[in-house]
């Protein structure tokens, strides 16, 4: 099935023309996100790949309602994150690197607090909490105060009380940062089994080999711009590059020579 056509309903997550500008007092008018178009389907893994300073992190909180876009429409499960963002967090999971715990509450009293932001009480509450500690295997750890945790466990609190409402869009910003190889594997797999549940979910990751593993079609961000979206093996026939890697630098080569050109040109 091709992008045009591809149902409406199957789109969970539609933007056009997103852009977010920055006003610095030293530097003037920041372009932070130039141009984004995407969508990402339900029962997909899309994953956003780009340097540092592309554009991924303001891309994905735009998407969150973090912050508003200066310009371009976005809609999540059909709600559009401008005009009722309340609703589009209810319908989302959301974690950064930046994501915070509360440090006086323990694992389980977070569970319990988010959970009811998103709406859930009594035993639905519970047997959600009680769920999402056995798929992160928090036990060990979810009775202790969040300010006491490790790295690895703080991130897997922090990662279960983005999805305790078992919400039908995930949205993960490098999720796999400070975990260890097994909670790797294990966020891994919870990824994988969001896609079988028909659940969509847009991340953004470092790791192409992640990437490779997980993603269904991969957006290439470079100076706020999408350079190109596809299966691997669409962006593969693109720049006629086999590994993602050289995928990656191939797009990005392309990109700074059309802006070279541009630029002499005008």
Not at 8 to 27: C, N, Q, V, W, Y
Not at 177 to 202: K, N, P
Not at 204 to 218: G, P, Q
Not at 228 to 244: K, P, Q, V, Y
């Amino acid at each position: 099935m091709t992008q045009t056509q591809v149902a409406s309903s199957e789109i969970a997550i539609h933007a056009t023309g997103l852009k977010k500008t920055f006003k610095d007092p030293e530097r003037g008018a920041i372009e932070a996100v130039k141009s984004i178009d995407m969508d990402c389907r339900r029962g997909e893994i899309f994953g956003l790949l780009g340097p540092n300073g592309a554009g991924k992190t303001t891309t994905l909180r735009m998407l969150s309602t973090i912050l508003a876009p200066t310009a371009g429409t976005a809609r999540i499960d059909g709600v559009d994150v401008t005009e009722d963002p309340l609703e589009v967090r209810r319908r989302i999971g959301f974690l950064s690197g930046s994501t915070g715990l509360y440090p006086r509450l323990t694992g389980r009293e977070t569970l319990r607090y988010f959970g009811e932001l998103h709406g859930l009480e009594g035993a639905l509450l519970e047997a959600a909490i009680d769920k999402t500690i056995a798929d992160f295997d928090l036990s060990d750890f979810v009775d202790g105060h969040c300010g006491s945790l490790s790295t690895g466990q703080k991130q897997r609190v922090s990662i279960a009380r983005a999805v305790v409402h078992d919400p039908p869009v995930l949205i993960l910003d490098e999720p796999t940062t400070g975990l260890d190889i097994m909670a790797s594997s294990d966020m891994i797999e919870f990824i994988e089994s969001r896609r079988a549940a028909g659940r969509c979910v847009l991340f953004s990751t470092h790791i192409l080999s992640e990437a490779e593993r997980l993603c269904d079609r991969i957006g290439v961000v470079y100076s706020g711009r999408m350079l190109a979206s596809g299966s691997l093996d669409e962006l593969r026939a693109m720049t006629d590059a086999e590994w993602l890697e050289d995928v990656f630098r191939a797009l990005v080569r392309r990109a700074d020579a059309d802006r070279d050109r541009a630029g002499a040109s005008a």
